[in-house]
Nanobody, 113 residues
Framework: QVQLVESGGSLVQPGGSLRLSCAAS????????MAWYRQAPGKSREQVAG???????NYADSVKGRFTISRDNAKNMVYLQMNSLKPEDTAVYLC???????WGQGTQVTVSS
């Protein structure tokens, strides 16, 4: 059974940083591309960052230069380092195994003073 468990969400002030983690189990993790999505109230879910099995990365224009996705195949973990956070980054952040329907439950990030 595939499980994805996110952690690291919190309330943070504008300009601050957070590191989200996603622990994966039940899959051959190193073989799969992974992605972070976010969903803000009243908005569609959007992909913010993706990482291939080989480590190639891509980012939404809105987070490019501020967010960094990485993975640790030995630990079956994928991370999202978020810097220079803005109020518009407020959302539930979800981890996903790309090209599948496997999602985590999400972790709340709130950027507010």
């Amino acid at each position: 059974q595939v499980q994805l468990v996110e952690s690291g969400g919190s309330l943070v002030q504008p300009g601050g940083s957070l590191r989200l983690s996603c622990a994966a189990s039940g899959i051959a993790f190193s073989s799969y591309a992974m992605a972070w999505y976010r969903q803000a109230p009243g908005k569609s879910r959007e992909q913010v960052a993706g990482i291939s099995s080989g480590g190639s990365t891509n980012y939404a224009d809105s987070v490019k230069g501020r967010f960094t996705i990485s993975r640790d195949n030995a630990k079956n973990m994928v991370y999202l380092q978020m810097n220079s956070l803005k109020p518009e980054d407020t959302a539930v952040y979800l981890c996903k195994v790309k090209f599948t329907n496997y999602w985590g439950q999400g972790t709340q990030v709130t950027v507010s003073s």
